[in-house]
């Protein structure tokens, strides 16, 4: 045995490491570990609007979750507390199997493992209040269990969704809808982006952003999100 591996093997904690974020993959038991979670700001023109945002004169830009807010295989979004206006915003959600730095929109495809549909949940007064300071929206989109997600569909079986249908129902009415294809920068782009500013990893999942419509959500409302071609989530708030 190396001397490397006989390091390796005495490396002790002091307290026990958390337990790796993970989501299921489609057809499989196998799981994507999860590196870290980038969101794209107002990536769609109707939602920036409705924001109090004109998208024309907008750069890209992006926050991020935590790894540890996905809610693998969702059924249920614990209503959080410090907040009495919390929002639902429907996302497609792409896995990277691979990254890097400054990667060519051209090559930004090769990166993706495969794509599924996430909830970006909001404490909207929280972030409000952090806006108006100027301060890190962390509190109002960072806490916990605030991305329920559903299975991951590979690239081989859905391809690279870049148009169709996206919408969010709540108790059956449809609440958010829209089109891929109405994204403002389009998923190669927001990886070739990223990839400027960070350095990509396998593991990272990025949320593309949300259709119009945005809104409240209550304790016992069920929302039923979809994505043409990627899958449908259903999530009762407890």
């Not at 591996?5 to 002790?12: C, D, E, R, V, W």
């Not at 960070?198 to 259709?211: A, E, K, M, Y």
Request: hydrophobic share 40%.
């Amino acid at each position: 045995m190396s001397t490397g591996a006989t390091a390796a093997n005495q490396i002790g904690y002091v307290i026990t490491p958390p337990e790796q974020a993970t989501l299921s993959v489609a057809g499989t038991a196998e799981r994507f570990p999860v590196h870290r979670v980038y969101c794209v700001g107002r990536n769609y023109a109707a939602h920036a609007v409705e924001m109090g945002h004109d998208p024309d004169k907008e750069p890209p830009f992006f926050f991020q979750k935590n790894p540890d807010n996905l809610i693998a295989d969702a059924t249920e979004f614990p209503y959080p507390k410090a907040s009495e206006d919390v929002h639902h915003e429907i996302e497609m959600m792409v896995a990277l199997k691979s990254g890097g730095e400054d990667i060519a929109v051209g090559d930004a495809l090769d990166c993706v493992f495969g794509y599924g549909v996430s909830l970006d949940m909001t404490r909207r007064d929280l972030q409000g209040q952090m806006k108006k300071l100027g301060r890190p929206w962390e509190i109002g989109k960072a806490f916990e269990m605030s991305a329920p997600a559903g299975p991951i569909m590979p690239v081989s079986q859905v391809g690279h969704p870049d148009q169709g249908e996206i919408w969010l129902k709540i108790n059956d009415e449809i609440r958010q809808t829209g089109d891929l294809n109405q994204m403002i920068w389009k998923t190669p782009e927001m990886i070739s982006i990223l990839s400027t500013l960070f350095t990509l990893q396998p593991g990272d999942v990025i949320l593309t952003g949300t259709p119009s419509g945005v809104g409240p959500v209550q304790r016992g409302d069920l929302l039923h999100g979809h994505v043409d071609g990627v899958g449908e989530l259903r999530v009762r708030v407890v």
